[in-house]
């Protein structure tokens, strides 16, 4: 038998991508014709975006922008706009030879980048010139215009670290594009601003090196100049590109942060935030969804959450657009979910003033409108359910005596309930979230309401049933939150969940798609856990109902109980009990009450193999 040679399919197909760059790049030398020169370009531009740079030898990307560069100052318009659109696939690899490209061959890290120069040039003399005036000089045509202020954008996105430097510049030529009378340039602008806000945002969050991030001041400052400049007279325009550009202001005011509007002027901040509001009553509907989500944001900022008049009109606002096209009620169900966070942080913060202004009237709209918004589709429903977990987490005891607010407190449980077992995979994972937060309302009648045995009978089946891990998890969590024992109903139904949780340790190991595999640790560690808050709260009338279950159960649930304490032991401070020592104390304490309470045998029995269950981890630890 002949034997031949083997070459690996990825090697081969390495050779096959370096050999299309080169003929690529060989070509658009040899190539006279300008349009054959320009589909060269943009095929080179398509390879970019799909290869694994990565994987490959550093180098190939050097030579591909060596070529274009040479090719930006070409006399043919749509040549240009072809090395530049090349140039923004080359903008979304993310390698570090990127970074060196851009960078060179600059003499200082604050030197401005080539490419910088190069577009700046293209869109007008603002690089020549310390302030160009508004529609000054255009050096390129405008295709070339729009695909620079395109690349500019995506190295705002992708590589800000390279125009981190040059804040100001960039804030003076995005202020002098918007003040032109051309749309497609003031929408290009916009979009340059968005990107470049976020950027900052990140960067203010600390989610960019220390040593080039960006101060406070630079971004107060980034911001000033375009609220004080033209931005906020765009959300205030009329006339057909109103439609157009309003939208884009409005995502790029959402990337404001809360440290930069917290340091504008209070008229600015006013301004922003009224029409905004005034915004989401627009007859275009993309100017609604984009003014609602910008709320959704602002509505969370330290200076705005305890205003309840401003939490109210926003409320009011995202209502009104809940009931809108499913782009519009996509934004208004996350902004809903926003502001339902801020009641939850007025009411944990102690905040008695906001609960008591926030108005009844008000609360039930938005228990009514989320609980539609759960039935809609998963875009919306993934929002609403959060949405709903949150109103049930804050309902005040005051409103809960209101009888229309018991009917829609049970309604919000049942459709949460229904889209746990239901819904999509976000949708589940996030109702099964959103019912362990209503769970950490005390003002909710857990021990009498008729519905509580349908929330931890389905919360249970899910621990076991789930094909998602996630969903799993978070069930086991919710299960967990309960503080006292008499919020978990009777004896059986503690029984039932001590079932289930055993259970679902034991089909831990049964997974209808290898992918969740990564989550098995998250989710035998959270069911020991949740086991474990429920030992915790163990009544003595509790253990004649386990007695059968630990019996046949004791040696699987010690296996990962050894495993929880391990983990919960090594993480630790140093004096501190961690929950399974406080599971044995407990277990222990029942016990000690023997010769008052007059345990029988079967209670006995069952407190020995818990005393052996708790403390054998915490040896096995040592």
Known sequence: MRRTSFTPFSVALGSTIKELHRCLLLAMVAENSYLALTQNIKCLAVLVLNVPYHRLQVGILTKTVKQLSNLLSHRDPNIKVACLTCLGSVLQVSVPEVRHILQEPQATAESMSWLIQACLTNISDIYECSVATPGGATAAPMPVRLESLQVLAIMAKNYFVVIRPHLSKFAELICNCLQETDPSVQLHALKLSEDVGFSVLQSLAGKTAEDHAVSADEAVSFWSR??????????????????????????????????????????????????????????????????????????????????????????????????????????????????????????????????????????????????????????????????????????PARSLDDAG?????????????????????????????????????????????????????????????????????????????????????????????WQSLVGALGASDHMHDFFEFKYKDNLTDQLSATLVHLAQLMALDDLEGLAALLHDSADVLRTYLVKYQRKTAATAAAGVSTDVTKAANHIAGLKATNHIAGLSSQQLQTLEILQQLFTFPLEAAE
């Not at 439609?243 to 959402?254: E, F, N, W, Y």
């Not at 009224?274 to 003014?291: H, P, Q």
């Open 226 to 395: 375009l609220i004080h400049g033209p931005l906020l007279g765009l959300l205030q325009g009329s006339g057909p590109s109103a439609g157009l550009l309003q939208p884009t202001a409005c995502d790029s005011l959402s990337n404001m942060g809360a440290a930069v509007f917290e340091s504008l002027e209070v008229d600015r901040r006013i301004a922003c935030i009224t029409l905004l509001l005034g915004l989401t009553g627009d007859e275009e509907y993309r100017v609604r969804g984009a003014a609602v989500r910008a709320l959704g944001f602002y509505v969370q900022f330290p200076s705005l959450l305890e205003d309840v008049g401003f939490v109210s009109d926003c409320a009011m606002a995202v209502l009104a657009c809940m009931d809108d096209r499913v782009i519009v009620r996509v934004k208004a169900t996350w902004a809903a979910g926003n502001i339902c966070d801020v009641l939850i942080v007025n009411k944990d913060r102690g905040n008695d003033a906001f609960v008591e202004e926030f108005p009844d009237n008000l609360l039930l709209l938005l228990f009514q409108a989320s609980i539609l918004a759960a039935q809609d589709s998963d875009k919306v429903k993934y929002s609403a359910v959060r949405a709903l977990g949150n109103l049930l987490r804050y309902a």
């Open 405 to 497: 607010m018991t009917d829609v407190v049970e309604k919000a449980v049942k459709q949460l309930i229904k889209n746990m077992c239901t819904g999509g995979v976000k949708v589940r994972w996030n109702s099964a979230y959103a019912l362990g937060n209503m769970l950490k309302n005390e003002s909710l009648p857990l021990a009498t309401a008729c519905w509580v045995s349908d929330v931890y009978r389905s919360l249970a089946s899910a621990t076991q049933e789930s094909r998602n891990f996630k969903v799993r998890i978070n069930a086991a969590a919710a299960l967990a939150v309960p503080a006292r024992r008499e919020r978990y109903g009777g004896v059986q139904h503690y029984a039932v969940l």
